[in-house]
């Protein structure tokens, strides 16, 4: 199956290599301007505006202040509790035999001969489920994604990321409660879940089973979107740009081969399955998040007298932003695009990986979940952003620059090429470790993402052992598009796709909320007293 899988993707990217290319070109700019017309024409139609705002993120600030005041902010009164879910304090209750009567409730789906076996279905334990779900939004958009946002709309930028880190995290709550809770368990005990199965199942159980069947669907299609784009041509993208400054290439085809080099190497490890990516991603996530902190840590303490600065121009900028941003905001949009893109709090990806889970209380993943974007925005871009504003305290580069790209010392750099400069200006060889903490992130996002995406190709086209090979495939090849690509085209194509998935997403987690309380209860119940 490797061999077939690695001979199949040499066969299509082959006849590419044999094309005499254009000497003025090369084949990342051949690429890139395949590719841009189709960023451009995804990102016109996901992004339209009401007043200026783009709908989207109106659905999700809506939605995340709506739940979080609906489950009585959840995200900070449970949390302790979601901690102790992680580390094993609660897991003695899904062993203990459960009282079916006191438990079954048929509209939220469970049936009085099977709930004392759900405990046995799933996958992996909690804490793989987050180190699994974290590694597909840990990655390139807290190192890039934060450069661009403050590249873009200043210091204020980091404020808005913060509160919609702080929103989103009642959202992840609802969605990957919903997860686990709508669950298919196939008959070897594989999971299939996420939003595709809590739109088709619960929508039915509300009497609307065309429309979940239909928006079952159209999430499919979108995070199978999102999973060549934010998931993965993203990263490339990132991964790329930090080995060419690494290694000093300036050749216009320097991209599409380290692409090349990327897609072989996660297409061997992609194959696994969810149980290699859990096994694979608790150990490298907790260790290269822990680094990248470390390092972060190392060098606000470094220049702690600058630090009470550096939270000042966050918080005035984010009301007062600077002129060449325009207004108070833009400033707030980018922001919190920044962030939905990092946490993916709204879009329902990070369920897929939540209803593998070894659990018979779907709300215990749920709390699990919502720890997501405060270890991913509220903490680790926020880092990333004192890093750089305290780096350009004197005055390196100019924010609001139109594309994202800044000037230092006489040099374009964009997205992760800004942070390693910032890094570059406190730590020795920090171009190297930040190289490699950018790979790492990209790959392990790549991983989990392609578990996402195949999800969602099996919904549609069935569970084959040829489905698998075809979306794989695909997927690899979109790892070398995004290596050879603009990084303004590849951003703007993986912000449409990630936000595309919010669409069909929300309705879903506004008419299944009811059934996340109901649930909630059941788990708060179980652990009562609990010592």
Same mark, same amino acid.
């Given at each position: 199956?490797?061999?077939?899988?690695?001979?199949?993707?040499?066969?299509?990217?082959?006849?590419?290599?044999?094309?005499?290319?254009?000497?003025?070109? /090369?084949?990342?700019?051949?690429?890139?301007?395949?590719?841009?017309?189709?960023? #451009?024409?995804?990102?016109?139609?996901?992004?339209?505006?009401?007043?200026?705002?783009?709908?989207?993120?109106?659905?999700?600030?809506?939605?995340?202040?709506?739940?979080?005041?609906?489950?009585?902010?959840? #995200?900070?009164?449970?949390?302790?509790?979601? &901690? #102790?879910?992680?580390?094993?304090?609660?897991?003695?209750?899904?062993?203990?035999?459960?009282?079916?009567?006191?438990?079954?409730?048929? +509209?939220? *789906?469970?049936?009085?001969?099977?709930?004392?076996?759900?405990?046995?279905?799933?996958?992996?334990?909690?804490?793989?489920?987050?180190? @699994?779900?974290?590694?597909?939004?840990?990655?390139?958009?807290?190192?890039?994604?934060?450069?661009?946002?403050?590249?873009?709309? /200043?210091?204020?930028?980091?404020?808005?990321?913060?509160?919609? !880190?702080?929103?989103?995290?009642? @959202?992840?709550? +609802?969605?990957?409660?919903?997860?686990?809770?709508?669950?298919?368990?196939?008959?070897?005990?594989?999971?299939? /879940? !996420?939003?595709?199965?809590?739109?088709s199942k619960g929508l039915k159980e509300r009497g609307?089973?065309?429309?979940?069947?239909?928006?079952?669907?159209?999430?499919? &299609?979108?995070?199978?979107?999102?999973?060549?784009?934010?998931?993965?041509?993203?990263?490339?993208?990132?991964?790329?740009?930090?080995?060419?400054?690494?290694?000093?290439?300036?050749?216009?085809?320097?991209?599409?081969?380290?692409? +090349?080099?990327?897609?072989?190497?996660?297409? &061997?490890?992609?194959?696994?399955?969810?149980?290699?990516?859990?096994?694979?991603?608790?150990?490298?996530?907790?260790?290269?998040?822990?680094?990248? $902190?470390? =390092?972060?840590?190392?060098?606000?303490?470094?220049?702690?007298?600058?630090?009470?600065?550096?939270?000042?121009?966050?918080?005035?900028?984010?009301?007062?932003?600077?002129?060449?941003? *325009?207004? $108070?905001?833009?400033?707030?949009?980018?922001?919190?695009?920044?962030?939905?893109?990092? #946490?993916?709090?709204?879009?329902?990806s990070a369920s897929i990986a939540h209803s593998a889970?070894?659990?018979?209380?779907?709300?215990?993943?749920?709390?699990?979940?919502?720890?997501?974007?405060?270890?991913?925005?509220?903490?680790?871009? @926020?880092?990333?952003?004192?890093?750089?504003?305290?780096?350009?305290?004197? !005055?390196?580069?100019?924010? *609001?620059?139109?594309?994202?790209?800044?000037?230092?010392?006489?040099?374009?750099?964009?997205?992760?090429?800004?942070?390693?400069?910032?890094?570059? =200006?406190?730590?020795?060889?920090?171009?190297?470790?930040?190289?490699? =903490?950018?790979?790492?992130?990209? +790959?392990?996002?790549?991983?989990?993402?392609?578990?996402? !995406?195949?999800?969602?190709?099996?919904?549609?086209?069935?569970?084959?052992?040829?489905?698998?090979?075809?979306?794989?495939?695909?997927?690899?090849?979109?790892?070398?598009?995004?290596?050879?690509?603009?990084?303004?085209?590849?951003?703007?194509?993986?912000?449409?796709?990630?936000?595309?998935?919010?669409?069909?997403? $929300?309705?879903?987690?506004?008419?299944?909320?009811?059934v996340v309380k109901k649930q909630l209860a059941r788990?708060?119940?179980?652990?009562?007293?609990?010592?």
């Open positions: 199956m490797k061999k077939s899988i690695l001979l199949t993707f040499l066969t299509l990217i082959l006849p590419i290599l044999a094309f005499a290319q254009d000497p003025e070109k /090369g084949f990342d700019q051949m690429i890139d301007e395949a590719f841009q017309p189709i960023s #451009n024409f995804f990102s016109s139609i996901i992004f339209f505006s009401i007043g200026g705002t783009p709908f989207v993120l109106i659905l999700l600030v809506f939605a995340a202040a709506f739940f979080t005041i609906m489950f009585g902010f959840i #995200n900070i009164r449970r949390f302790g509790t979601a &901690i #102790n879910v992680v580390r094993g304090k609660y897991d003695h209750v899904d062993v203990h035999t459960v009282d079916a009567k006191a438990n079954v409730n048929m +509209v939220d *789906g469970d049936l009085v001969d099977t709930i004392a076996d759900e405990s046995r279905e799933g996958e992996v334990t909690h804490f793989q489920a987050l180190a @699994t779900a974290v590694s597909g939004t840990v990655g390139n958009g807290n190192i890039a994604g934060v450069a661009l946002a403050i590249a873009l709309g /200043g210091p204020g930028a980091t404020f808005w990321m913060i509160i919609c !880190g702080l929103l989103g995290m009642s @959202t992840k709550f +609802v969605e990957c409660t919903l997860g686990v809770q709508y669950r298919d368990i196939g008959p070897d005990g594989t999971v299939y /879940g !996420g939003p595709m199965y809590y739109l609307f089973e065309s429309v979940g069947k239909v928006l079952a669907v159209l999430f499919a &299609i979108f995070c199978i979107g999102g999973s060549f784009g934010g998931g993965n041509a993203a990263q490339s993208n990132q991964a790329t740009i930090v080995l060419k400054d690494l290694l000093g290439l300036q050749s216009t085809s320097a991209g599409f081969f380290i692409g +090349v080099i990327l897609a072989i190497v996660v297409g &061997i490890i992609i194959i696994g399955g969810i149980k290699r990516i859990a096994a694979v991603t608790e150990k490298v996530v907790p260790l290269m998040a822990v680094m990248y $902190m470390v =390092a972060c840590l190392y060098i606000i303490l470094s220049n702690f007298s600058y630090v009470d600065d550096a939270f000042a121009q966050i918080f005035s900028e984010a009301f007062t932003p600077r002129a060449s941003v *325009g207004a $108070m905001i833009g400033v707030l949009l980018i922001g919190f695009k920044r962030a939905a893109f990092s #946490n993916e709090a709204g879009a329902g889970v070894k659990t018979k209380f779907s709300a215990s993943e749920g709390l699990v979940a919502l720890l997501e974007p405060f270890i991913d925005t509220v903490v680790i871009c @926020t880092m990333t952003a004192l890093v750089i504003i305290i780096f350009n305290s004197g !005055g390196a580069f100019e924010y *609001g620059g139109a594309d994202g790209a800044v000037m230092i010392d006489g040099v374009a750099y964009e997205g992760a090429g800004i942070t390693s400069q910032a890094f570059a =200006a406190y730590i020795p060889y920090s171009d190297i470790f930040l190289t490699i =903490a950018v790979v790492l992130f990209a +790959v392990s996002t790549m991983i989990s993402w392609s578990y996402y !995406g195949l999800q969602s190709w099996k919904f549609l086209f069935g569970r084959g052992k040829t489905a698998d090979l075809v979306y794989k495939v695909i997927f690899c090849l979109f790892i070398v598009i995004g290596a050879a690509a603009n990084m303004r085209s590849i951003w703007d194509f993986s912000d449409a796709m990630i936000f595309a998935m919010v669409f069909p997403n $929300m309705v879903g987690l506004f008419l299944l909320y009811p788990y708060l119940e179980a652990i009562k007293g609990t010592a």
